[in-house]
């Protein structure tokens, strides 16, 4: 097997994939068990959820992309996300950020909570302009 128990692997998605392939694609995970099913591995998902795929669904996480200037956790679309958070003002652009990569590098609930930092930040900003402009 390719993959032994305790791989972190990331799940891939091609043009034939399955549903449930295509929705976790990008996702990373831990190989935690391997039988002999015709889809025999079994990740756990940075989600906790355990899922089976086959081996030319999963890659090893082991970083492709150069870390500072294409990291991987931006490249997985097929836009990379500067080209896409560079059209927005600083804290829009960074809770777009967190939000795109939620998962895909560290922990996604700490990820989901700085993008809400960020959105909580900017409706606060707005709220002040909107009362400002009210008082004048």
Same mark, same amino acid.
């Given at each position: 097997m390719k993959w032994p128990v305790g791989t972190e692997v990331t799940v891939t998605s091609s043009s034939g994939s399955t549903p449930t392939v295509r929705l976790h694609a990008g996702e990373k995970g831990t @190989?935690? &068990? @391997? $039988? +002999? !099913? %015709?889809y025999p591995y079994i990740v756990e998902l940075s989600t /906790?959820? =355990?899922?089976?795929f086959a081996e030319n669904e999963l890659e090893s996480? !082991? +970083?492709? /992309? $150069? %870390? @500072? $200037? =294409? %990291? $991987? =956790?931006?490249?997985w679309l097929p836009i &990379? @996300?500067?080209?896409?958070t560079r059209h927005f003002d600083f804290v829009r652009g960074n809770a777009l950020k967190y939000l795109l990569r939620a998962g895909r590098k560290g922990d996604a609930l700490e990820d989901l909570r700085k993008a809400r930092w960020y959105l909580n930040d900017e409706i606060r900003q707005l709220e002040k302009e909107e009362t400002a402009c009210g008082e004048s």
């Open positions: @190989v935690v &068990e @391997v $039988d +002999q !099913a %015709p /906790g959820s =355990h899922l089976r996480t !082991a +970083q492709t /992309g $150069d %870390p @500072v $200037d =294409h %990291p $991987d =956790h931006y490249t &990379e @996300v500067i080209e896409i």
